[in-house]
Each structure stands twice: as C-alpha cells, then as structure tokens.
C-alpha cells in the first residue's frame, strides 16, 4: 500500500484508511468486515491515531511511527524505514490473503 504523504499533511486525507480505493484490485471489494484486510485497514488507523503527536515533527513522521507501531503489535509488515519514509507499507499476503 502506497500514501501519498503531502494529501495526508495537507489534511484532505484524515486516516489511511481512506486510500482505500489505492489496494490491489483483488482487496479493494473485500474491505468489508469480516475480511483481513478491513482489520489491517482498522489496525492502521488506530496506530495512526496513537502516532498522533509526531505530526508536530512531520507527516512523514507520523507515517514511519504508524509503520513502526502495527510491525511492534505483530503484524506481518515486510519493508522498513526506507520505504515509510516514501509513504510505502507492505504486509504478507497471509495477512491480508481474501478468506474465501
């Protein structure tokens, strides 16, 4: 999944979440409860929510704080700081594989 960081800071984007629309074809339609992706969505924007006072620093940040939080609580995040610092996050397909 790819942010693009400037929308984020210039606040037309209030959550990640709202990127949506930016998934692999085959997760746009099943973020819906009950799929992984939708948790992973969830899981994001409450790490987003918690990494809130880095925005003071940068949005860019705030996003690597986020990034940082959801692989500290134990979800599959395959890339690190290099691609969060370009709005860039990568989980294994396991944890976001459709559940039927």
Do not use: C
């Not at 860019?60 to 599959?76: E, H, L, V």
């Not at 290099?82 to 396991?94: H, L, V």
Request: no cysteine; aromatic share 8%; glycine share 4%.
């Amino acid at each position: 999944m790819a942010w693009h960081l400037k929308s984020l800071a210039d606040q037309r984007i209030t959550a990640p979440s709202m990127i949506a629309e930016r998934l692999p074809k085959a997760l746009i339609h099943r973020n819906v409860p009950g799929e992984p992706i939708h948790r992973v969505m969830q899981a994001i924007d409450q790490m987003w929510e918690r990494s809130a006072p880095m925005a003071s620093y940068a949005v860019q940040q705030r996003f690597i704080a986020t990034a940082q939080a959801m692989r500290d609580a134990g979800w599959p995040v395959l890339d690190g700081p290099k691609r969060w610092r370009n709005g860039e996050i990568t989980f294994a397909w396991s944890a976001v594989e459709p559940s039927s």
